[in-house]
């Protein structure tokens, strides 16, 4: 018998996995690959080492900053500074037809940047960024509100309203054209109030770090061990039964599967009942992603952006496109434009573009690996509006789809940003089984994690003498 199973080894499932461990839970964590990480994990191809996912991490603090959600994520799982070492970026930029923003970690540039570029609207943002900085995002029964309106009632000019959701929608939206006003918020103070940072070595350091501490807590990781069935009698979970057919008993069940996929685990009856009601129906945004990897530092080529948010078109369009991938904008992110004490020691090129996930899911298979490298292409072509020529450095390329997404995160549709309507409180229908992750409504590499340890400190840990 398990205190609690966790169904997922990405970071959101990891983290509550520390912090119940920590406090002598017996905790297993299920992972139905062969590796951890879902969304943030990394691999091995032709010699070379790849992120998945990670462009940046998001809230980046100095070291020894004593407030913030990454020092708080640091204090909750006992970890240090040095287990992130995050080196702030370059400079990153906003790109629109005739205007641009630049914005580093310092908040004070970007506030520069509108008003020079927007001067009749400086007044209405100061008035947003007032309006966001006294915005609880973390009160967790919050109603949804539409960005949209609530930006449209303050600032008049729908250029800058587009500029300032460009970023925000692709790196953290689940909703086509808006945002929840919370989700806003997080995104906003992350990316723009806080900023990036990476590790030297990527993502392997972070995962490296954690699932270390979850071990020395004491915490069990079974890989390879698919969940097929989350296993309930009345309005209890039990536990869960494996692919393999065995069964682990549990008191408890996270799942940072996502919504509609942990309600299909609880079978058909709740998949018939409860997956197709309002509220419960999966993501609809997936990307498809370029990874270039050149022989030369991107700065060396006169590139020294850390990452481009770009866009070109009069109005920024955040949807499930109908081509099988929207080349009307993109997001370019160069690994090595990080204040690194040493380079990098290849160049790296990533340049994404928002996918549709019912064209490349339904292509034959013996048509798939030509039309990712036909739509790689376009997708490069269209990212070099904004960049140097690359493409003579080019030592290897690789592209992941939403099909790549579902087969490695379970993902429905390959949505990274999970669905629409997220649980903030992580319940579900069953009062013993709670969401972590995108579905929960915390994003990012930080914002994941503090979603697990939320989850953990809320419904399992209020039994704990010490927090």
Not at 127 to 154: F, K, P, T, Y
Not at 336 to 351: D, S
Not at 360 to 381: H, M, S, V
Not at 419 to 438: Q, S, Y
């Amino acid at each position: 018998m398990y205190d609690t199973l966790i169904i997922g080894a990405g970071l959101s499932g990891l983290a509550a996995g520390i912090r119940l461990a920590y406090f002598g839970q017996k905790v297993c964590i299920l992972e139905r690959h062969y590796t951890i990480g879902g969304l943030n994990s990394f691999y091995r191809l032709r010699h070379r080492d790849y992120d998945v996912g990670l462009h940046a991490v998001t809230n980046y603090a100095k070291p020894g900053t004593k407030t913030g959600p990454l020092s708080k994520l640091l204090r909750q799982l006992r970890l240090r500074w040095d287990d992130f070492d995050l080196c702030p970026q370059t400079q990153s930029r906003i790109i629109f037809p005739g205007v641009e923003l630049k914005f580093t970690n310092d908040f004070a540039l970007f506030e520069a940047q509108v008003a020079a570029a927007f001067p009749s609207q400086r007044e209405n943002f100061r008035r947003l960024v007032e309006r966001i900085d006294a915005h609880d995002e973390l009160n967790l029964q919050q109603s949804a509100a539409s960005a949209r309106q609530v930006l449209g009632e303050i600032i008049s000019d729908r250029l800058l309203i587009d500029m300032l959701f460009c970023p925000l929608m692709f790196y953290g939206s689940a909703v086509p054209g808006d945002m929840d006003f919370n989700q806003f918020v997080v995104m906003f103070k992350s990316i723009f109030e806080q900023g990036f940072g990476r590790p030297y070595d990527g993502v392997r350091l972070i995962m490296k770090n954690v699932i270390r501490k979850y071990r020395e807590c004491g915490g069990e990781l079974k890989l390879r061990a698919a969940v097929k069935q989350i296993v309930s009698e009345g309005n209890r979970t039990t536990g869960v039964l494996l692919e393999s057919g065995e069964f682990l008993e549990a008191r408890n069940v996270v799942s940072s599967a996502g919504l509609a996929e942990t309600l299909r685990m609880c079978g058909p009856e709740t998949a018939s009942e409860i997956v197709q009601g309002p509220g419960t129906e999966p993501g609809d945004i997936s990307f498809v992603e370029t990874i270039f990897v050149i022989d030369k530092q991107p700065a060396e080529l006169g590139h020294h952006d850390t990452i481009i948010f770009y866009n070109d078109t009069p109005e920024f369009h955040y949807e499930n496109p109908d081509e099988p991938c929207d080349l009307r904008s993109g997001i370019i992110c160069s690994p090595n434009n990080f204040e690194y004490e040493q380079p990098l020691k290849e160049g790296c090129m990533r340049i994404t573009a928002l996918a549709n996930h019912r064209y490349w899911l339904n292509l034959p298979d013996e048509t798939y690996a030509a039309e990712k490298e036909l739509w790689g292409q376009r997708i490069l072509e269209s990212g070099l509006q904004h960049t140097p020529d690359f493409r003579p450095h080019v030592l290897d390329t690789d592209v992941f789809t939403p099909r790549t997404i579902q087969r490695f995160t379970s993902h429905i549709n390959g949505c990274v940003y999970g669905a629409p309507h997220k649980r903030m409180t992580g319940e579900t229908h069953l009062e013993n089984l709670f969401l972590c992750g995108t579905d929960q409504g915390y994003l990012g590499i930080v914002g994941s994690m503090l979603s697990g340890i939320t989850i953990a400190n809320l419904h399992l840990l209020r039994e704990s003498p010490a927090k």
